[in-house]
């Protein structure tokens, strides 16, 4: 059954270092997300990104932020200079398009910033 | 109006029990109600998911109910397994436009055995 696959599972960086995550969709997928989890908290959206362009970004997802799909199979997520609140879970999703509304997770990326 | 209410907040059941989480929404955009399942150090999974032309979805021991008027919706878990021992996560978003899932904030399951 095809899944969204992320790397690295665990990442920890120092503040004020550049990270980037990366999300392979599923391959048929046209929708792309980012999600934070901090721990023991809600899931909340930080990004979705549709025809190589973000459609809508949280208030969370600020200039220190950015995506990309570099290529037909990787989406990714910057973060310019991680500040220790950066600390979370990170979930990427993806979803087919039109009707079928559904979002498929990721199984994250456990982002520490020391 | 954007935010999803979810209570209760961690509950248990006995194994053949039923499980009920309830969530609450303001916003009458949303069409979409999905639920989500989480084992800890795992991404969401989706469990079931509604629209809101129907009252009611079933798929297997997992149950939807919606009630559009008052703008809640929930899960049942019928005969309860330890294995449904997770959080669980209702959300919301108006779907046909790619949006956002808003999610609450969550439920911990435990069934005890």
């Known amino acids: 059954e095809p899944e969204v696959t992320q790397t690295p599972s665990h990442q920890v960086t120092q503040m004020g270092q550049e990270v980037i995550l990366r999300c392979v969709p599923i391959?048929?997928?046209?929708?792309f997300y980012w999600y934070r989890q901090i721990l023991g908290q809600k899931v909340e959206f930080l990004v979705s990104?549709?025809?190589?362009?973000?459609?809508?970004k949280s208030e969370i997802f600020d200039d220190q932020f950015s995506v990309e799909r570099p290529d037909g199979s990787n989406f990714t997520l910057k973060i310019r200079s991680t500040k220790l609140e950066d600390s979370a879970m990170y979930f990427c999703?993806?979803?087919?398009?039109?009707?079928?509304?559904?979002?498929?997770f990721g199984p994250g990326t456990r982002l520490t910033v020391t | 109006q954007q935010q999803v209410k979810q209570s209760p907040q961690s509950l248990i059941v006995q194994k053949g029990g039923i499980s009920i989480i309830n969530c609450a929404y303001e916003n009458t955009a949303f069409d979409y109600f999905p639920w989500y399942q989480q084992f800890p150090g795992k991404g969401p999974a989706l469990l079931i998911a509604i629209r809101p032309d129907v009252s009611e979805k079933k798929e297997g021991r997992f149950t939807i109910s919606f009630n559009k008027s008052a703008k809640q919706f929930s899960l049942h878990i019928m005969d309860s397994q330890p294995g449904d021992s997770a959080t669980y996560f209702c959300a919301a978003s108006e779907g046909e436009y790619g949006n956002k899932l808003v999610f609450g904030a969550g439920t911990i399951l435990r069934v005890k055995s």
């Open positions: 999703a993806s979803r087919l398009q039109g009707n079928d509304y559904e979002q498929y």
């Open positions: 990104f549709y025809n190589n362009e973000i459609s809508e």
């Open positions: 391959s048929n997928h046209l929708y």
